[in-house]
DNA sequence: AAAATAATGGTCAAGATTAGTCAGAGAAGC
DNA sequence: GCTTCTCTGACTAATCTTGACCATTATTTT
């Protein structure tokens, strides 16, 4: 139970300083610090747990003063966040992304547990291998994209 | 009875430390450790006997930090109804018979009319089409089949 | 102003640390 | 004996950690 690694102890951290504000500003170089970590560490959490599949947007400023700054969002309910998840699935999206994806729905109540389930099975690899990775991840990319519109036009 | 192999008394240590939690996290290093054995042998034991047939799913992660996560699930009754659809899938269905297996499990309340809309969208030729029918057809089974292995347990 | 300097964050690749796969050897059951 | 189950280890894959080097912005100096 206890098989943390520091990056997931980072995440935690964020997530806990992020609360229930829309956003937190960070100095990179702070956190690495807390943590005694190598600053680059923090760019790996950050690319690895706060995507956009995970219902984050990032924005950073180097330079005197610059800060990376950590926002949630809904992936539904806004236009221009739909478009950004959209754009970043293009028409190919790894096993992986997808489950983000369809996790954060779950996170967000747009979707129940089961229903999440249901998704992440038509997701799998297990279904969809169909011996071409890439136009496995092109397949993937319909069905999930499908998914995103039924779930946005319904209700 | 009496010649028990690592792999069962493996297998019992697991069921014996999962205990009453709901699932529970281990290193596979340290279990193999424990019991000197090589660490694939966990995977062994864990692909023999922590099937889903036997109520069990299974997570991992690799690198560090990395764990082996074996949940008990419970079982539903709607096994009947599941087995005979499956029967009827075989390897190949059309987008019509894979709409009228939904209609059918939401009919018998199997599903909630959303989640087959869902499961609809990951049926449809729409979603699915990949220029070739007789492979689009295979893909459609191997999807609904999933499905209905999916509906066989809640978590 | 323009140029230099300081103060940030970004990228990438190598190495470390886990777990997964698979084929074959060995053991047990029939 | 033959078949099935168990066990092993070499090879593979995924994830995390680190550090050298790069890019951008603000501030100070000329």
Do not use: C, W
């Not at 923090?42 to 984050?56: E, H, L, P, S, W």
């Not at 005197?64 to 926002?71: N, V």
């Amino acid at each position: 139970m206890e098989n943390k690694s520091i990056s997931d102890i980072i995440e935690a951290y964020l997530k806990e300083i992020l609360g229930d504000s829309a956003q937190v500003e960070i100095r990179r170089s702070e956190i690495a610090n807390h943590f005694d970590v190598v600053p680059s560490q923090i760019n790996y959490v950050i690319k690895t747990r706060f995507t956009i599949q995970n219902g984050y947007l990032v924005k950073s400023k180097r330079g005197g003063g610059g800060y990376i700054r950590i926002e949630r969002v809904n992936l539904l309910d806004d236009v221009n966040v739909l478009n950004s998840l959209i754009q970043a699935i293009g028409d190919s999206v790894r096993e992986r992304d997808a489950f983000d994806i369809v996790r954060t729905l779950y996170e967000e109540n747009v979707i129940t547990r089961r229903e999440g389930d249901l998704m992440l099975v038509a997701l799998s690899k297990q279904a969809l291998s169909i011996g071409d990775s890439k136009a496995e991840d092109h397949l993937r990319a319909r069905i999930l994209i499908s998914f995103l519109n039924r779930l946005r036009y319904e209700s």
